[in-house]
């Protein structure tokens, strides 16, 4: 009986998920969207429910694309951080930034750029969180967060 290690079975516990992430992400992003435009009418906006429907739609979609993303491009690039030592919140956020970064590029609009930043982000500090801060054989200290050594005791 083949026996998968700890680091497979978090990294493959991040990958299932991480990408589900983008659910709460969108409900927080329309639940902001409906606050700003209650704090300027002092209305409650009378599509809410079909609002919270379509977003819930389109995560669905999201998720669809970030499992597509998260295989194909956060795990390779999970392992590269983690082979280099470099595993920690910053170079994760910036790296999951690249793809954002050059979809960004390649159109002219900056709303796709500025969501698609937004949900990778999501995505790729849960997978972080999940598969390297989570994990049973981390101490889950502050240092883990930033990626600092540990400073020697005296």
Do not use: C, D
Request: hydrophobic share 55%; aromatic share 12%.
């Amino acid at each position: 009986m083949y026996m998968i290690s700890l680091g497979s079975r978090q990294i493959l516990r991040a990958v299932i998920l991480a990408p589900l992430a983008i659910f709460p992400a969108m409900m927080l992003l329309v639940s902001g969207a409906f606050l700003a435009t209650f704090l300027r009418t002092y209305e409650i906006p009378s599509n809410a429910l079909s609002e919270y429907t379509a977003a819930s739609v389109m995560a669905l979609a999201g998720i669809v694309i970030g499992y597509a993303f998260t295989i194909f491009y956060g795990v390779p690039v999970f392992l590269f951080l983690k082979k280099i030592r470099m595993l920690n919140v910053t170079s994760i956020a910036v790296m999951s930034l690249v793809p954002a970064v050059v979809f960004g590029m390649t159109g002219t609009e900056l709303m796709p750029f500025l969501l698609m930043s937004y949900f990778s982000l999501w995505v790729a500090i849960t997978f972080w969180w999940i598969a390297a801060i989570h994990s049973p054989n981390s101490s889950n200290n502050s240092s883990n967060l930033t990626g600092a050594k540990n400073a020697p005791s005296s």
